[in-house]
């Protein structure tokens, strides 16, 4: 085929819409979709591309296997036209503002809801017939037990103290007695404060101590009468070598 006829196959078929024959085994693939020849190559076939599968690829295919077919509406337009009866159908579904998964979980959250309240119902008919219900003897008994069983351990309780205190020795008995009325007079005595201390303020035993010896001090000096001074001895006579031992000391002085 030469140049001139491949070039006035490429003005008449350029550009036009086709589909393939498709009782052709290798081009039974394409089914019903429609291409565009977009060139023919040197060996007289025509490179058709098949947009409706996303595919950019270009198929090189005999012309006697391709036939011309008007141009197809676009893709937004049969998109919008078939998107309207797929609203009209989803109306009813809008009107009640529940898809129908929502409207079965609806169902089961009531449903779970009826049988938990019934369940407590039943429950608290149950503890009131349990009250209502007299008790049996096995009952009664265990009761009876229970109390007896608190009152003997009170009295063993007792009986232990009674015998701890009759086991102690007298002087044991003694020491106790003692450190009760300590206790007692203690309790009963109000703490001694210190005059120069501040008020509230408790003193300690080593305190109370010495303000006790300080007042003690204080009261026996009171009591006792001041002492006179005592008196000069009489001087003694001196005998005569002492007074010749002093006469040269007085003329020294002098």
Do not use: C, Y
């Amino acid at each position: 085929m030469s140049f001139e006829q491949i070039e006035v196959l490429k003005r008449e078929h350029t550009g036009s819409f086709v589909v393939v024959d498709a009782n052709q085994p290798e081009l039974a693939r394409f089914g019903e979709q429609v291409g565009v020849i977009k060139t023919v190559n040197m060996n007289g076939k025509a490179l058709v591309e098949f947009s409706e599968t996303n595919n950019i690829g270009w198929f090189d295919i005999a012309l006697e296997f391709l036939t011309t077919v008007p141009k197809p509406e676009p893709k937004a337009a049969s998109a919008k036209a078939k998107a309207a009866p797929a609203k009209a159908k989803a109306a009813p579904a809008k009107a009640t503002g529940k898809s129908p998964l929502e409207r079965a979980r609806a169902a089961g959250s009531t449903k779970t809801n009826t049988e938990t309240g019934s369940k407590a119902q039943r429950a608290r008919q149950g503890s009131t017939a349990a009250e209502d219900k007299p008790l049996s003897k096995a009952a009664r008994a265990r009761m009876a037990s229970q109390k007896t069983t608190g009152q003997s351990s009170d009295e063993s309780s007792q009986k232990a103290t009674a015998d701890s205190s009759s086991s102690l020795s007298k002087i044991e008995r003694a020491r106790l007695k003692a450190a009760q009325q300590n206790e007692a007079s203690t309790t009963e005595s109000p703490p001694e404060t210190s005059p120069s201390a501040p008020e509230g303020q408790k003193l300690s035993k080593i305190e109370r101590a010495r303000l006790t010896k300080a007042k003690s001090n204080s009261g026996q000096t009171e009591s006792q009468p001041p002492q006179e001074a005592p008196k000069e001895a009489p001087q003694k006579s001196l005998s005569k070598i002492e007074r010749a031992r002093l006469a040269p000391k007085k003329n020294n002085d002098s």
